[in-house]
């Protein structure tokens, strides 16, 4: 199991940037994939994308270009830098866990979840 922590949400304008972290504890953080999910207000939890152990990336159609995922191991934490953001970016984001080598978009897949951090982006 581990804890995570999201933090780096915020308000910004259309156009702006923001780059979201996620803390993992525990000794084995590198041995897991990291994904990124976000819930906007009466909507379902979306995938945003995911990063796997070896550094392999995959994101959905509307954020490809605009956002990019990262880890630093030693620190244990992944980033979510999110460039030329829309309001429909607006919603709650989520970092979650899982030890599959390739959990994919599922979220049932990741185990473990942060507490979430809010973006809101303006027009």
């Known amino acids: 199991q581990v804890q995570l922590v999201e933090s780096g949400g915020g308000l910004v304008q259309a156009g702006g940037s923001l780059r979201l972290s996620c803390a993992a504890s525990g000794r084995t953080f590198s041995s897991y994939s990291i994904g990124w999910f976000r819930q906007a207000p009466g909507k379902e939890r979306e995938f945003v994308g995911t990063?796997?152990?070896?550094?392999?990336?995959i994101s959905t159609d509307s954020v490809k270009g605009r956002f990019t995922i990262s880890r630093d191991n030693a620190k244990n934490t992944v980033y979510l830098q999110m460039n030329s953001l829309k309001p429909e970016d607006t919603a709650v984001y989520y970092c979650?866990?899982?030890?599959?080598?390739?959990?994919?978009?599922?979220?049932?897949?990741?185990?473990?979840w942060g507490q979430g951090t809010q973006v809101t982006v303006s027009s």
């Open positions: 979650a866990a899982s030890g599959s080598f390739w959990p994919g978009a599922f979220p049932q897949n990741y185990p473990d």
């Open positions: 990063i796997s152990r070896t550094g392999v990336v």
